[in-house]
């Protein structure tokens, strides 16, 4: 499409086919000539959320737009799919300015355009190499299926092939970085995250009280959903994308953690778990369904939102038992039926109940208007938050730019989810050694019972394998522990290793009350000599 230069716009974008709602309803109705669209989408095998690229000619790739509806896309997570489409959509316009096609880049092209990305003095955003290698793998994973199914006799992504962890040969991406950082674990102290609730989600400044003139937008539900993500762990999806009866019940035997399962489907493993979130936390998540959730419900009711929704399904029972299975009718009038643990995210949006004044959703998070708050949403949530931190926390101008000066929070959804893991780590750690007084036999036998708060923390964040959780937090738990050690050090210096390494077995104690800084943190992280990288002889016997 020509600007108003008329020159052509150079660069590529991505459009995505809307849900079937709005498919076989108000967008049939805005486009004249065009009311046959969804049959004939549906006669090419086009669904709803597949990609479409448009070129800057506007002129749409058929090619691409296949591999849009290819399995192996479709199988990725709805975010994936997304992260790699805007991925794709970079690179083409890349190539588009070279006068190239996607199906005739050269190797030369994919090192030109990393130089650029990653290095050029002009570019002035570069990314990093963890953003580098996943955008690597969205070409790698277009060029593979354009491999296979014929449409390019060349992929400019070099590959090479190595072992994989279980002995499994793979290939991997030549241009692959090498500094991308396996994990990027930011976290908060608890009386930091307290701090950061109260100064960006209610408007406090530096002496305790709400700011004048501060109308904070549904600031009881922003402070209920940091609540439960950083007392629970769960990711941003997960928690984003509750119903009303999945948030376990406040009342009930005493205790300061309550219990709920989430879905497998919004989950990235898609297994069923069970989490824990404490009872403070739920307690802010009643109080917000009580007040701005019924109160932007009941504005939506009596607007008549909620009837004029392309898509609705109506919940008239839900069936019991071990896998419990929703039974709907749509707004069409068919009836309908999915395992609780099957319903996708934006399947979840669609679910309402008959309510005392009228339709009700069952989605937990709500926008002002009443309407499903997405996940993806909470991000500029936080971000609005960090702001307002930084603001209210800068120091004087002197000392403005000085970073060592700026003691401003800043956090992130998932940056709850670290903490939630280095507290539990931490708790479950000194919980083992100073509550319970074990001696080494008996924390051998707890571990074989129970498992060890590596494992319980592994379980409790839904990881895959345990390596994965001492992965990402081995290095922020020792940093603790070391940090714990120079604190609570007294005047009598402390034994040092010699400098070959090696401690006398008449210094070491009990894992309890160890002296020696090179031994108490295998006792304290509950590590093997081999998992913590350490010589075997600076190890208690």
């Keep these: 499409m020509p600007n108003k230069g008329g020159v052509f716009r150079m660069k590529w974008r991505v459009f995505w086919v809307p849900r079937d709602g709005q498919r076989y309803g108000l967008r049939s109705s805005l486009i004249a000539g065009w009311e046959d669209l969804p049959s004939r989408e549906d006669a090419d095998g086009i669904r709803a959320g597949d990609p479409i690229f448009l070129a800057p000619d506007c002129r749409v790739d058929p090619v691409l737009g296949l591999y849009g509806q290819s399995a192996i896309f479709r199988s990725y997570r709805e975010e994936t799919r997304r992260n790699y489409a805007t991925d794709m959509w970079l690179w083409l316009s890349f190539l588009w300015r070279r006068g190239r096609t996607w199906r005739d880049a050269m190797e030369a092209d994919l090192e030109d355009y990393e130089h650029w ?57 030549e241009a692959r970085a090498k500094d991308a950082r396996p994990s990027n674990v930011h976290w908060l102290t608890p009386r930091t995250w307290r701090m950061w609730v109260d100064i960006g989600l209610r408007g406090h400044g530096v002496d305790g009280v709400p700011a004048p003139g501060w109308a904070g937008r549904l600031e009881d539900r922003n402070v209920a959903l940091t609540g439960l993500l950083t007392s629970s762990g769960l990711r941003r999806s997960e928690g984003g994308s509750l119903l009303t009866f999945e948030v376990p019940a406040r009342s009930g035997v ?257 894992p309890g009350a160890c002296r020696l800084s090179a031994c108490r943190p295998n006792h304290t992280l509950g590590l093997t000599p081999s998992s913590q990288r350490a010589p075997r002889a600076t190890t208690c016997p």
């Design 254 to 510: 005493g205790g300061r953690y309550r219990r709920g399962r989430v879905a497998a489907e919004v989950t990235r493993s898609k297994k069923t778990r069970t989490y824990y979130v404490a009872s403070e936390a739920v307690g802010d998540i009643e109080t917000y369904v009580e007040s701005s959730r019924e109160w932007v419900i009941r504005r939506a009711q009596r607007a008549g939102r909620y009837e004029e929704l392309p898509e609705l399904r109506l919940v008239h029972e839900i069936a019991g038992g071990p896998r419990p299975v929703v039974h709907w009718r749509g707004s069409d009038g068919v009836a309908g039926r999915r395992a609780l643990d099957r319903l996708s995210v934006w399947e979840r949006q669609l679910l309402f109940t008959e309510g005392a004044h009228g339709l009700e959703p069952l989605w937990l998070w709500l926008n002002e208007r009443g309407l499903p708050f997405q996940p993806h949403s909470w991000e500029g949530v936080f971000r609005t938050a960090n702001q307002r931190c930084a603001r209210v926390l800068a120091p004087s101008e002197p000392n403005r730019w000085d970073p060592h000066r700026v003691f401003a929070p800043y956090a992130t959804p998932h940056s709850a989810r670290h903490s939630f893991a280095l507290y539990m780590l931490v708790v479950l750690n000194c919980l083992m050694d100073q509550r319970y007084g074990l001696t080494p036999e008996e924390r051998r036998d707890f571990r074989l019972l129970y498992g060890d708060p590596w494992f319980m923390v592994q379980n409790l964040l839904g990881h895959a394998s345990r390596e994965t959780t001492i992965e990402r937090y081995l290095a922020p738990v020792a940093d603790l522990q070391l940090r714990a050690l120079l604190a609570t050090v007294d005047d009598e210096p402390l034994s040092i290793p010699t400098p070959t390494g090696r401690v006398r077995a008449a210094d070491c104690t009990s």
């Design 117 to 173: 990305r990653r290095f050029a003095a002009t570019n002035p955003q570069q990314v990093g190499g963890s953003k580098w290698n996943r955008e690597l793998a969205a070409f790698t994973s277009l060029y593979g299926w354009a491999l296979r199914a014929g449409h390019v006799a060349r992929s400019p992504v070099a590959m090479r092939q190595v072992v994989g962890r279980r002995g499994e040969v793979v290939g991997v991406a």
